[in-house]
């Protein structure tokens, strides 16, 4: 079945490809955002053979039940690919207007032991019998799958689209090659999430030798955001009465590393860097948001340093996704 079905789809399979080439391409997040572009011209437009603006403005206009940043997260995509048609003279259509980013106010769940104990029991307790070959894969996979959310502090969307070849087994180092912004980089793990890890790929393995993604779904892709969402909600509120979403483990990862800074040699500017490659910020000053959250963190930076919070770290807009 062809992934593109609108009279853009030549063109859309070009873009399709030099992204990838160019490894400026996050499948996970900008693909299904280009398909839903494609099914609106379908249906919109049945009859079209040529792109024009009121097309892409109503695809495009920021919707009422949208956030300035939902809207820029769904149309990025296309407004990447009309500059795509633009430079190589296939189309004279504007590019639409990207709404501006805006501040996230959201304060993120703050995790106890007991909720986290629970949610991993939860995790554990699937059924140990599985009645077919998916229920099996889900049982070998939630427990290592959320404990790698966990104990990384990587984003969702980066440990669906794993590849194999993205894990290296021998020295414990995971390759994000596609991540918010294009921003690669490499996690290490920790020893124990390491030998889970290879537990986790032997028993996998059985059951998709050839597997091309690290936590496989069936016909050889990737889990989509609705199975993370999907099964957080079903084990969290088997045990738990609050409310916490998948991605919220990246921000307790953060916050519990900061809260480990008060009691050892302080040495700010390395923990900074390290917290800040690991996470995959684009810059030192994105990471600012997590102290916010840190009960008397800027108090705790002044005694340290003998510097105000501020001219440690500058304000800056926070720039995470929650997906």
């Known amino acids: 079945m062809?992934?593109?079905?609108?009279?853009?789809?030549?063109?859309?399979?070009?873009?399709?490809?030099?992204?990838?080439?160019?490894?400026?391409?996050?499948?996970?997040?900008?693909?299904?955002?280009?398909?839903?572009?494609?099914?609106?011209?379908?249906?919109?437009?049945p009859q079209a053979v040529l792109l024009s603006q009121k097309m892409v403005n109503g695809w495009c206009h920021k919707r009422d039940t949208e956030t300035n940043n939902s809207c820029r997260s769904r149309i990025y995509v296309v407004v990447s690919f009309i500059r795509y048609l633009r430079k190589r003279g296939k189309t004279d259509i504007v590019e639409p207007v990207i709404p501006r980013k805006e501040r996230c106010t959201y304060i993120p769940h703050s995790f106890t032991e007991a909720e986290l104990e629970n949610f991993f029991r939860a995790c554990d307790s699937l059924p140990s019998v599985p009645r077919n070959p998916e229920q099996l894969s889900r049982k070998i996979t939630i427990p290592v799958f959320f404990r790698l959310l966990y104990s990384s502090g990587i984003r969702t969307n980066e440990a669906r689209i794993l590849r194999v070849e993205d894990i290296d087994l021998c020295h414990g180092i995971v390759n994000i090659r596609y991540s918010k912004g294009y921003a690669q980089h490499y996690v290490v793990l920790h020893d124990s999430m390491l030998e889970l890890l290879k537990k986790y790929d032997a028993a996998i393995s059985k059951q998709y030798p050839d597997r091309t993604y690290f936590f496989p779904a069936r016909g050889d892709t990737f889990h989509r955001r609705s199975w993370v969402q999907k099964n957080f909600r079903e084990l969290w509120d088997k045990y738990n009465h609050s409310h916490a979403t998948a991605y919220e483990l990246r921000h307790h990862y953060?916050?519990?590393?900061?809260?480990?800074?008060?009691?050892?040699?302080?040495?700010?500017?390395?923990?900074?860097?390290?917290?800040?490659?690991?996470?995959?910020?684009?810059?030192?000053?994105?990471?600012?948001y997590y102290y916010s959250l840190v009960p008397g963190m800027a108090d705790i930076l002044e005694d340290k340093t003998g510097l105000d919070f501020e001219s440690i770290v500058p304000g800056v807009d926070y720039e995470e996704s929650y997906q």
């Open 2 to 45: 062809n992934k593109f079905t609108s009279f853009l789809a030549p063109l859309m399979e070009a873009y399709l490809s030099y992204q990838k080439v160019s490894r400026h391409w996050n499948e996970a997040s900008y693909e299904p955002n280009l398909v839903l572009f494609d099914r609106y011209l379908k249906k919109q437009y």
């Open 254 to 288: 953060a916050i519990e590393n900061i809260n480990r800074w008060t009691d050892e040699g302080f040495g700010f500017d390395a923990k900074l860097l390290y917290l800040s490659k690991s996470m995959g910020h684009k810059t030192l000053e994105s990471t600012k």
